[in-house]
C-alpha cells in the first residue's frame, strides 16, 4: 500500500512473553521514527533511524526494548520479559528526508496489551 | 527543552459551530517547526498541516484555519462550520531544528466531538 503498514493491529501478550512489532514504511522514506502512546496522552518518541542507522534511542524506557532496521527499510521494535507498564499503541512513522520539517507519516499502530 | 501543552482535553459542539483548538508551546531554539494531526477513532495519525519558526502568516485550508503567534507562544486551530466528520483527537506537536533529534514532541491532545 500507499501508506505506513504496522502489524500485528492488536497483540496481546502475558507478562513476561517477549513480543515483536513490524513496520513497513513508506517506500524510499529515509526516516524511521517508534512511539508509544498511551491511553489519552499523546505518543511519545521511543526511537530513530536513518536508513539503517539507529540515531536515537533516547526514548527506549528500558534495555528490554531493542528496535532494528537492518536493510534499511521494514523495522522491528521487539519488548523482551514484558511488564503490564508495556501495553500501550506502538506508532510508527516514517518521512521522506532527515529534515526536521518534513512531515512525519504514520501508521495505524499496534495497539498491545499484557496481560 | 520542549514541551507542548494543549489545556483543553475536550471540547464539544454542536455541528456548524466554530470551534478553536488551543496550543502552547516552550522551546529554547530560534528554528522549529509545529504541527497539528489529527487521531480519528482508527488510530492513524493524519498530518493537517507544518509551519516553521520564521513565518508567522496565518494559513487557510477550506474550513481549517492556524494562528501561529510567536509572542504568546501558540499555534491555535479553528475549525469553520465543524461537521460530525470532524470528530477526533487532535494533537499538536513541535521539533527543533537544532542538533540531530528529528523527533515530534506531542501535546495530551484535545478530544472534539461534533454533535449533529
Known amino acids: 500500500g500507499a501508506g505506513v503498514s504496522q502489524s500485528p493491529r492488536y497483540k496481546v501478550a502475558k507478562r513476561g512473553q517477549d513480543v515483536a512489532l513490524r513496520c513497513d514504511p513508506i517506500?524510499?522514506?529515509?526516516?524511521l521514527f517508534w512511539y508509544q502512546q498511551a491511553l489519552g496522552q499523546g505518543p511519545e518518541f521511543l526511537t530513530y533511524?536513518?536508513?539503517?542507522?539507529?540515531?536515537?534511542k533516547s526514548g527506549l524506557p528500558s534495555d528490554r526494548f531493542f528496535a532494528e532496521r537492518p536493510e534499511g527499510s521494514v523495522s522491528t521494535l521487539k519488548i523482551q520479559r514484558t511488564q503490564q507498564e508495556d501495553s500501550a499503541v506502538y506508532l510508527c512513522?516514517?518521512?521522506?528526508?532527515?529534515?526536521?520539517?518534513?512531515?512525519?507519516?504514520f501508521g495505524d499502530g499496534t495497539r498491545l496489551s499484557i496481560l | 527543552a520542549q514541551k507542548v501543552t494543549q489545556a483543553q482535553t475536550e471540547i464539544s459542539v454542536v455541528e456548524k459551530e466554530d470551534v478553536t483548538l488551543d496550543c502552547v508551546y516552550e522551546?529554547?531554539?530560534?528554528?522549529?517547526?509545529l504541527f497539528w494531526y489529527k487521531q480519528p477513532p482508527s488510530g492513524e495519525l493524519v498530518f493537517l498541516i507544518r509551519?516553521?519558526?520564521?513565518?508567522?502568516q496565518n494559513e487557510i485550508s477550506g474550513r481549517y484555519s492556524w494562528n501561529f503567534q510567536k509572542s504568546t507562544s501558540s499555534f491555535n486551530f479553528t475549525i469553520t462550520a465543524s461537521q460530525v466528520v470532524d470528530s477526533a483527537v487532535y494533537f499538536c506537536a513541535l521539533s527543533e531544528a537544532a542538533g540531530s533529534a528529528r523527533q515530534l514532541t506531542f501535546g495530551s491532545g484535545t478530544q472534539l466531538t461534533v454533535l449533529p
Open positions: 509551519r516553521n519558526s520564521f513565518d508567522e
Open positions: 533511524f536513518q536508513n539503517e542507522a539507529q540515531l536515537d
Open positions: 512513522a516514517s518521512s521522506l528526508a532527515n529534515r526536521v520539517d518534513q512531515p512525519q507519516h
Open positions: 517506500s524510499g522514506h529515509v526516516s
Open positions: 522551546t529554547r531554539d530560534t528554528t522549529y517547526y
